[in-house]
């Protein structure tokens, strides 16, 4: 198209001008309006402010407060103000109870975020504030700020607590949505719904000089609203959760579970002891600390989802249905005569009862909790067909609740055993241990309420959960649970009602204890023995039907004794107060 | 060594030493009399040996080693391109390989190949015009599009600027600077269908003149009719934000806290650093981190901070000596390919010169070019060296190739 020595000269000339272009900005940014620059930039007049959203809060079924927002005085400090580090350390140390290193260290971590305010204390007592305003003035670099801070109404292990944003968190999250001073869940519902709780933070660009002229760089949407977080509803009643807090065993340690039968939603969860969630707010002290990590009852333990312990009797409809989906046995079978126990090779397998309970059907063998039924049933089964058919009915398995760190418990194989017990491992006596729920079997008091949940709903396992809806300045957002069928044919789903409802109304039964008269009350009695004590965990499983079956529980107590005499009772108690609030007609 | 243009190798080195000093004073932070500095120029002085190490490798190499290694280069770059797509993100976007020591980018590895790539095609003989125009469009487009998915739009319009240049300096007819820019202009008049029109019968009327063939003007009227007419309906099928993205890309004051604030900050530097700069070490907006990517994209703004007008002056006058020298000497290479080739290498650096410092200045949009020869980077300084080792070797070597 062109010569060589035209189109270099094209080039060259077009070179030129892009640099001439250069050139005139740079003349007009440094020379001619470099003194304003200056100014600017000395007096850092253009900078984006955060604004804050608002964290939503948490409400029980009706509303009633769980989490809130409540004010709070914070104390902050601009690096940039600073004239002596180690006299504001020292003063801050002193005047707020905080220990040295800490203020040092914050001081030292933002020393370069000279123009930014960076929280320091909260949570600061009136007396204080009124008391240390004065010496305040001595350190421009402090200042108070009136904000709100995270309170827990009651002590409780779904929550979770929030606590100040540590490093590592800051670089894992979307950096536009925290800052150095955020608050962030830690554990529980606050992490698990994290993102819908904080909402997204606005923007505001600052760009007034110092007499408050506008310095007019930008022109368009100088501030972006935030997003405030939204408010959790959850399925927890407080009423039935206060009220369980009160009928739990003081002397014992455990957790009670209570859901809703029809949704999956849990209406009382609680697990003792507990813990205040507030303590962990502005920053737990070591003191504390250590109190809660050393107290041998294991106060941080939510025994609900993080513990894992056998189910002992309550495990026994897993077995029998077992059975009878394999037609190994059906309604009237009867099985090895129990003596006080079974004979298998040269073991003899104990049955609770030293008496003997007879020839039973599989009806009786769950109402009077008979072992030997149970031990002679699973010498038809393989280890993998135990195993695969509890995890069928989502026992062993995480439940998926909107909890963090859930565990799944326990259910050894074939090569667990040979690994642990030895190439030479008898597998028939673990399998018969396991069939009535002992042996190397460890469960958690969610897991065992989900399944009693499903009994009580058709043979439809429902995802247990605590969130009932999120809601919005613009939506309400249902939460979505999910259904999953057991493998269980309707006729075998009956027998074990029927056996169920037998056990805690029919005479001798096991739950006798758990009666409410006007109400149909279903249920399974465990007394597993375990390596914690001697005593054995009580357990309780079960739900409660008016029209239609309503609520299904679990209550645990850690080496309680006897399920039917310890923990029935419990769940008498959470059927009958439950009657009261929802069928106050009914029942008297 | 007769040919060897020492003046642009020297230029290049000084560029490179006024770039670990920047690096270095961009990375340093000091509040008080504390001072801490990050590492980065210590990898760049790694880089900046591995790179000369490779321009010498290229300069001494035979040509015909290069030659083979062309189009498996080509294949494997648009290889790792569309690899990288499928690779996570980092800081935002598709344009990293991970290796551990370092992130290799291969879109910089693209366009070099593609620049040689398209220099090869152009030159081989018997080609009609269109011939020539539709197999390097095709090189081209191949990489930029998969550039731009990144997304990286200022790689992406590289590879285009430098491509439109080798044409330029190629064997077609001047009329076809018309015929490459109508689209473009179609594109901003189809606003307004007066302007439109009147614009096209200009056109026409000079293709007519240049004695084109009746079926090619057709083609070239009913082609830019067809994009002034969808440019509209594109635009309004955009979503809002879609809109907003280009408007920012044109206008960056309107993202006040994303690009706009870069821009502005940028530009307090720049500004407050006067005629004679803050001093070395001194700059406040540097020091505060108001500025994100000070060593790379936006290490223009700590030179103007810290060493004002006069600094700055120096750096662009470096750049241009370098530029000049380089085009002085293209001028006198006889064979095509080895002529298109270097237009392209050209051409690319003195577009990613002007995009970058422009962006600093506030007055071309913000890109993510980064400054080449001055900016920390491993991938961006190797490959920009190594383009500069191709032109040299090829003036080097005139005598022989020519």
Same mark, same amino acid.
Request: hydrophobic content about 45%; aromatic content about 12%.
């Given at each position: 198209?062109?010569?060589?020595?035209?189109?270099?000269?094209?080039?060259?000339?077009?070179?030129?001008?892009?640099?001439?272009?250069? !050139? !005139?900005?740079?003349?007009?940014?440094?020379?001619?309006?470099?003194?304003?620059?200056?100014?600017?930039?000395?007096?850092?007049?253009?900078?984006?402010?955060?604004?804050?959203?608002?964290? /939503?809060?948490?409400?029980?079924?009706?509303?009633?407060?769980?989490?809130?927002?409540?004010?709070?005085?914070?104390?902050?400090?601009?690096?940039?103000?600073?004239?002596?580090?180690?006299?504001?350390?020292?003063?801050?140390?002193?005047?707020?109870?905080?220990?040295?290193?800490?203020?040092?260290?914050?001081?030292?971590?933002?020393?370069?975020?000279?123009?930014?305010?960076?929280?320091?204390?909260?949570?600061?007592?009136?007396?204080?504030?009124?008391?240390?305003?004065?010496?305040?003035?001595?350190?421009?670099?402090?200042?108070?700020?009136?904000?709100?801070?995270?309170?827990?109404?009651?002590?409780?292990?779904?929550?979770?607590?929030?606590?100040?944003?540590?490093?590592?968190?800051?670089?894992?999250?979307?950096?536009?949505?925290?800052?150095?001073?955020?608050?962030?869940?830690?554990?529980?519902?606050?992490?698990?719904?994290?993102?819908?709780?904080?909402?997204?933070?606005?923007?505001?660009?600052?760009?007034?000089?110092?007499?408050?002229?506008?310095?007019?760089?930008? $022109?368009?949407? *100088?501030?972006?609203?935030?997003? $405030?977080?939204?408010?959790?509803?959850?399925?927890?009643?407080?009423?039935?959760?206060?009220?369980?807090?009160?009928?739990?065993?003081?002397?014992?340690?455990?957790?009670?579970?209570?859901?809703?039968?029809?949704?999956?939603?849990?209406?009382?969860?609680?697990?003792?002891?507990?813990?205040?969630?507030?303590?962990?707010?502005?920053?737990?002290?070591?003191?504390?600390?250590?109190?809660?990590?050393?107290?041998?009852?294991?106060?941080?333990?939510?025994?609900?989802?993080?513990?894992?312990?056998?189910?002992?009797?309550?495990?026994?409809?897993?077995?029998?249905?077992?059975?009878?989906?394999?037609?190994?046995?059906?309604?009237?079978?009867?099985?090895?005569?129990?003596?006080?126990?079974?004979?298998?090779?040269?073991?003899?397998?104990?049955?609770?009862?030293?008496? /003997?309970?007879?020839?039973?059907?599989?009806?009786?063998?769950?109402?009077?909790?008979?072992?030997?039924?149970?031990?002679?049933?699973?010498?038809?089964?393989?280890?993998?067909?135990?195993?695969?058919?509890?995890?069928?009915?989502?026992?062993? *398995?995480?439940?998926?609740?909107? !909890?963090? /760190?859930?565990?799944?418990?326990?259910?050894?194989?074939?090569?667990?055993?040979?690994?642990?017990?030895?190439?030479?491992?008898?597998?028939?006596?673990?399998?018969?241990?396991?069939?009535?729920?002992?042996?190397?079997?460890?469960?958690?008091?969610?897991?065992?309420?989900?399944?009693?949940?499903?009994?009580?709903?058709?043979?439809?396992?429902?995802?247990?959960?605590?969130?009932?809806?999120?809601?919005?300045?613009?939506?309400?957002?249902?939460?979505?649970?999910?259904?999953?069928?057991?493998?269980?044919?309707?006729?075998?789903?009956? *027998?074990?009602?029927?056996? !169920?409802?037998?056990?805690?109304?029919?005479?001798?039964?096991?739950?006798?204890?758990?009666?409410?008269?006007?109400?149909?009350?279903?249920?399974?009695?465990?007394?597993?023995?375990?390596?914690?004590?001697?005593?054995?965990?009580?357990?309780?499983?079960?739900?409660?039907?008016?029209?239609?079956?309503?609520?299904?529980?679990?209550?645990?107590?850690?080496?309680?004794?006897? /399920?039917?005499?310890?923990?029935?009772?419990?769940?008498?108690?959470?059927?009958?107060?439950?009657?009261?609030?929802? $069928?106050?007609?009914?029942?008297? | 060594?007769?040919?060897?243009?020492?003046?642009?190798?020297?230029?290049?080195?000084?560029?490179?030493?006024?770039?670990?000093?920047?690096?270095?004073?961009?990375?340093?932070?000091?509040?008080?009399?504390?001072?801490?500095?990050?590492?980065?120029?210590?990898?760049?002085?790694?880089?900046?040996?591995?790179?000369?190490?490779?321009?010498?490798?290229?300069?001494?190499?035979?040509?015909?080693?290069?030659?083979?290694?062309?189009?498996?280069?080509?294949?494997?770059?648009?290889?790792?391109?569309?690899?990288?797509?499928?690779?996570?993100? @980092?800081?935002?976007?598709? %344009?990293?390989?991970?290796?551990?020591?370092?992130?290799?980018?291969?879109?910089?590895?693209?366009?070099?190949?593609?620049?040689?790539?398209?220099?090869?095609?152009?030159?081989?003989?018997?080609?009609?015009?269109?011939?020539?125009?539709?197999?390097?469009?095709?090189? &081209?487009?191949?990489?930029?599009?998969?550039?731009?998915?990144?997304?990286?739009?200022?790689?992406?319009?590289?590879?285009?600027?430098?491509?439109?240049?080798?044409?330029?300096?190629?064997?077609?007819?001047?009329?076809?600077?018309?015929?490459?820019?109508?689209?473009?202009?179609?594109?901003?008049?189809?606003?307004?269908?007066?302007?439109?029109?009147?614009?096209?019968?200009?056109?026409?009327?000079?293709?007519?003149?240049?004695?084109?063939?009746?079926?090619?003007?057709?083609?070239?009227?009913?082609?830019?009719?067809?994009?002034?007419?969808?440019?509209?309906?594109?635009?309004?099928?955009?979503?809002?934000?879609?809109?907003?993205?280009?408007?920012?890309?044109?206008?960056?004051? %309107?993202?006040?806290?994303?690009?706009?604030?870069?821009?502005?900050?940028?530009?307090?530097?720049?500004?407050?650093?006067?005629?004679?700069?803050?001093?070395?070490?001194?700059?406040?907006?540097?020091?505060?981190?108001?500025?994100?990517?000070?060593?790379?994209?936006? @290490?223009?703004?700590? @030179?103007?901070?810290?060493?004002?007008?006069?600094?700055?002056?120096?750096?662009?006058?470096?750049?241009?000596?370098?530029?000049?020298?380089? &085009?002085?000497?293209? %001028?006198?290479?006889?064979?095509?390919?080895?002529?298109?080739?270097?237009?392209?290498?050209?051409?690319?650096?003195?577009?990613?010169?002007?995009?970058?410092?422009?962006?600093?200045?506030?007055?071309?949009?913000?890109?993510?070019?980064?400054?080449?020869?001055?900016?920390?980077?491993?991938?961006?300084?190797?490959?920009?060296?190594?383009?500069?080792?191709?032109?040299?070797?090829?003036?080097?070597?005139?005598?022989?190739?020519?």
């Amino acid at each position: 198209m062109f010569k060589r020595s035209t189109f270099s000269t094209i080039l060259t000339v077009a070179i030129t001008l892009l640099f001439l272009i250069l !050139l !005139l900005a740079l003349v007009r940014l440094q020379i001619v309006k470099g003194s304003f620059y200056q100014v600017v930039s000395q007096q850092n007049f253009v900078r984006i402010k955060t604004i804050p959203s608002v964290r /939503g809060e948490i409400f029980d079924c009706n509303y009633r407060p769980i989490v809130l927002n409540v004010p709070s005085f914070n104390l902050y400090i601009r690096p940039g103000l600073i004239k002596d580090k180690e006299r504001v350390a020292d003063f801050v140390s002193k005047e707020f109870d905080v220990p040295l290193e800490e203020v040092s260290r914050i001081i030292i971590n933002n020393r370069y975020r000279l123009y930014h305010d960076v929280l320091l204390v909260e949570n600061i007592s009136y007396e204080k504030r009124v008391r240390v305003a004065e010496k305040l003035n001595y350190f421009p670099s402090l200042s108070f700020r009136n904000e709100t801070i995270r309170n827990y109404r009651y002590p409780n292990h779904f929550s979770g607590y929030v606590g100040k944003i540590n490093p590592e968190e800051l670089k894992n999250n979307d950096n536009s949505h925290y800052t150095i001073n955020s608050h962030i869940g830690k554990t529980g519902l606050e992490k698990f719904y994290e993102t819908a709780l904080s909402g997204t933070p606005g923007y505001e660009l600052l760009q007034v000089d110092a007499k408050g002229k506008n310095l007019k760089f930008l $022109h368009y949407n *100088l501030r972006k609203e935030p997003a $405030h977080g939204a408010n959790l509803i959850l399925t927890i009643d407080n009423r039935l959760q206060q009220y369980v807090e009160e009928i739990f065993p003081k002397n014992l340690n455990g957790a009670v579970v209570v859901m809703d039968a029809q949704t999956g939603g849990i209406l009382a969860y609680v697990s003792k002891p507990d813990f205040d969630p507030n303590m962990f707010v502005t920053g737990i002290s070591v003191e504390d600390w250590n109190s809660l990590m050393q107290d041998e009852n294991k106060p941080m333990l939510d025994r609900i989802i993080h513990g894992t312990y056998p189910p002992g009797s309550i495990f026994k409809p897993i077995t029998a249905t077992l059975g009878l989906e394999m037609q190994v046995i059906d309604s009237q079978t009867k099985l090895a005569e129990c003596v006080g126990g079974l004979q298998v090779g040269n073991r003899f397998f104990k049955c609770w009862n030293h008496q /003997g309970h007879g020839f039973l059907n599989v009806t009786d063998a769950l109402k009077y909790s008979c072992d030997v039924f149970f031990y002679d049933l699973s010498t038809n089964f393989t280890l993998d067909q135990m195993r695969d058919f509890t995890k069928a009915n989502f026992v062993t *398995l995480p439940t998926g609740v909107d !909890l963090i /760190g859930e565990r799944k418990g326990f259910y050894p194989t074939h090569q667990w055993y040979r690994d642990n017990y030895g190439k030479q491992v008898s597998i028939l006596g673990l399998k018969i241990n396991m069939s009535i729920g002992q042996g190397e079997l460890l469960v958690t008091p969610l897991q065992m309420c989900a399944y009693f949940n499903a009994l009580a709903h058709d043979g439809v396992w429902i995802r247990p959960h605590l969130l009932q809806k999120t809601i919005t300045k613009d939506q309400v957002k249902l939460y979505q649970p999910e259904f999953k069928d057991l493998p269980l044919h309707r006729q075998n789903l009956e *027998l074990i009602q029927d056996a !169920l409802y037998k056990t805690v109304n029919g005479l001798h039964g096991t739950g006798g204890a758990a009666k409410v008269s006007g109400v149909d009350v279903y249920g399974k009695t465990g007394s597993a023995e375990n390596h914690m004590g001697e005593e054995s965990h009580a357990w309780f499983s079960g739900y409660a039907s008016w029209e239609e079956p309503e609520i299904s529980f679990t209550v645990f107590l850690e080496n309680g004794g006897g /399920g039917g005499r310890v923990a029935a009772p419990i769940a008498r108690e959470i059927v009958t107060f439950y009657n009261d609030l929802k $069928h106050p007609k009914a029942g008297k | 060594m007769k040919n060897f243009n020492w003046s642009a190798l020297v230029l290049l080195i000084i560029l490179l030493l006024v770039g670990v000093f920047s690096i270095y004073t961009a990375s340093t932070t000091k509040i008080g009399d504390e001072i801490t500095t990050e590492n980065f120029y210590i990898r760049q002085i790694f880089w900046i040996f591995i790179s000369l190490i490779m321009l010498y490798i290229i300069v001494r190499i035979p040509r015909q080693v290069l030659d083979v290694l062309i189009v498996p280069g080509y294949v494997l770059t648009v290889l790792m391109l569309v690899l990288v797509l499928f690779l996570p993100q @980092i800081k935002g976007s598709h %344009r990293w390989i991970g290796m551990g020591f370092a992130n290799f980018q291969p879109s910089e590895l693209a366009k070099l190949v593609t620049i040689l790539l398209t220099a090869k095609l152009l030159s081989r003989p018997h080609q009609s015009d269109w011939q020539m125009i539709y197999s390097s469009l095709l090189v &081209v487009t191949i990489p930029a599009l998969l550039i731009l998915i990144e997304p990286d739009l200022g790689t992406s319009l590289t590879l285009f600027v430098s491509l439109f240049a080798i044409l330029m300096a190629g064997p077609l007819p001047k009329f076809y600077i018309v015929i490459f820019l109508s689209p473009l202009i179609s594109i901003v008049a189809s606003f307004s269908i007066p302007i439109f029109l009147v614009l096209l019968a200009l056109l026409l009327w000079y293709l007519y003149n240049q004695r084109l063939g009746w079926v090619t003007m057709m083609f070239i009227g009913v082609f830019n009719t067809f994009v002034a007419l969808i440019s509209p309906v594109i635009w309004h099928g955009l979503k809002e934000y879609q809109q907003n993205r280009i408007l920012t890309f044109i206008d960056p004051m %309107r993202d006040p806290f994303g690009a706009g604030y870069q821009i502005i900050q940028s530009k307090i530097a720049i500004g407050s650093g006067g005629l004679w700069g803050k001093g070395f070490l001194m700059g406040t907006q540097k020091n505060l981190k108001f500025l994100p990517e000070h060593h790379t994209d936006f @290490i223009f703004s700590v @030179i103007g901070e810290e060493f004002g007008f006069f600094g700055c002056l120096i750096v662009l006058t470096l750049f241009f000596l370098f530029l000049f020298s380089l &085009v002085r000497s293209i %001028r006198k290479l006889k064979r095509n390919e080895t002529y298109f080739a270097s237009i392209g290498i050209v051409t690319y650096l003195a577009f990613q010169i002007f995009v970058n410092v422009g962006m600093n200045l506030g007055v071309v949009p913000t890109t993510g070019i980064p400054l080449p020869f001055i900016s920390y980077g491993g991938s961006n300084l190797l490959i920009n060296v190594m383009a500069v080792g191709f032109v040299l070797k090829l003036i080097n070597e005139r005598s022989i190739f020519g």
